[in-house]
């Protein structure tokens, strides 16, 4: 397994399209969101990739965000079995005390979004890419 670190990716720039070993994974174009998993008391929030077609180097990908605070949650009604489309996610800044700031004690900003009406915001210590 590898990964690739996200807590310090460059502020607001697509992480649906990262380049690993030479290979550009388009998350929006070759890959769906097929599982969500939020998990409290691990504090844990994992998004599961799997790739559209067989050819793709790598077929399955998790985004993963570790010691996580909701900021905020949009979604129209989802079912299990929704498979969601990665639209726009990023690194950005969080305001708070009037001010907008990289790193918060609570972490850094991820806006994550999906095509189908569906967005995260969340503050968290650790974020990475794992790729199988």
């Not at 690993?20 to 929006?28: A, E, P, Q």
């Not at 050819?55 to 969601?84: N, P």
């Not at 708070?96 to 210590?125: A, M, N, R, S």
């Amino acid at each position: 397994m590898n990964k690739i670190e996200l807590t310090t990716a460059a502020l607001f720039e697509p992480l649906t399209e990262i380049e690993f070993s030479g290979i550009n994974l388009d998350l929006h174009n070759e890959y769906s969101c097929n599982k969500i998993t939020i998990d409290y008391n691990e504090e844990i929030i994992k998004f599961d990739f799997k790739a559209e077609n067989a050819q793709q180097a790598y077929q399955r990908l998790t985004m993963v965000f570790e010691t996580f605070q909701i900021v905020e949650m949009v979604s129209k009604k989802l079912d299990s079995k929704t498979v969601l489309t990665p639209d726009n996610f990023y690194r950005g800044r969080f305001e708070y005390e009037g001010q907008h700031h990289e790193t918060t004690p609570w972490g850094v900003f991820f806006h994550i979004e999906f095509y189908e009406e569906f967005y995260l915001d969340i503050l968290c210590k650790k974020a990475y890419l794992k790729i199988e």
